[in-house]
């Protein structure tokens, strides 16, 4: 299985602040990563795919880079918002596995 | 507007069975693969079992291989999750969504405990 690990756990941050999120891939899965945005007691909701296409609806500070082994997901100016935990997936082949978790806390 | 509402999470005791059903809505159910994907506070996102859009091909996580099946009814355009030989380890919140890769759409997620 191909592992996915996120840094850092946990991030305090303030409102205005630019933000960057590492997700790593235990072996190379080209671009076939996705970003998720999750609130407590919500479903997780996606904000980028193939690394670095921002879905829909999905607000132009969030951006996505990298190809791979090593991805990142900016925030550009922190919103009120954006305080939640973001998850990294790969889909580039069975099983899908996500990382652990990104936790953006306000500071 | 796309939706997906999962139902059939409760309280079963180990070794028991339960069916998750989930009902899509919103568009052509019939074009789209799905996945299983479950929650715990322990473990994080862990996907559990893929269908492919017409139902010929089937995946499954190696923690629930053997024990849980998917499967799919486009007439009626749901997907379920038979789950047998339920652990403890299954207790989560079991989401369905949509995607060929990456996760599109989600449901709102139904709870699962095993627990005696």
């Known amino acids: 299985d191909i592992q996915m690990t996120q840094s850092p756990s946990t991030l305090s941050a303030s409102v205005g602040d630019r933000v960057t999120i590492t997700c790593r891939a235990s072996q190379s899965i080209s671009s076939w990563l996705a970003w998720y945005q999750q609130k407590p007691g919500k479903a997780p909701n996606l904000l980028i795919y193939?690394?670095?296409s921002l879905e829909s609806g999905v607000p132009s500070r969030f951006s996505g880079s990298g190809s791979g082994t090593e991805f990142t997901l900016t925030i550009s100016s922190l919103q009120p918002d954006d305080f939640a935990t973001y998850y990294c997936?790969?889909?580039?082949?069975?099983?899908?596995?996500f990382g652990q978790g990104t936790k953006v806390e306000i500071k | 507007q796309v939706q997906l509402v999962e139902s059939g999470g409760g309280v079963v005791q180990p070794g028991g069975s339960l069916r998750l059903s989930c009902g899509a809505s919103g568009f052509m159910f019939s074009s789209f693969a799905m996945h299983w994907v479950r929650q715990t506070p322990d473990k994080g996102l862990e996907w559990v079992a893929f269908i492919s859009y017409d139902g010929s091909n089937e995946d499954y996580a190696e923690s629930v291989k053997g024990r849980f099946t998917v499967s799919r009814d486009n007439s009626k355009n749901t997907v379920y999750l038979q789950m047998n030989r339920l652990r403890a380890e299954d207790t989560a919140v079991y989401y369905c969504a949509r995607g060929a890769h990456e996760f599109e759409y989600w449901g709102q997620g139904t709870l699962v405990t095993v627990s005696s």
């Open positions: 997936q790969q889909s580039n082949n069975y099983p899908r596995t």
């Open positions: 193939k690394a670095s």
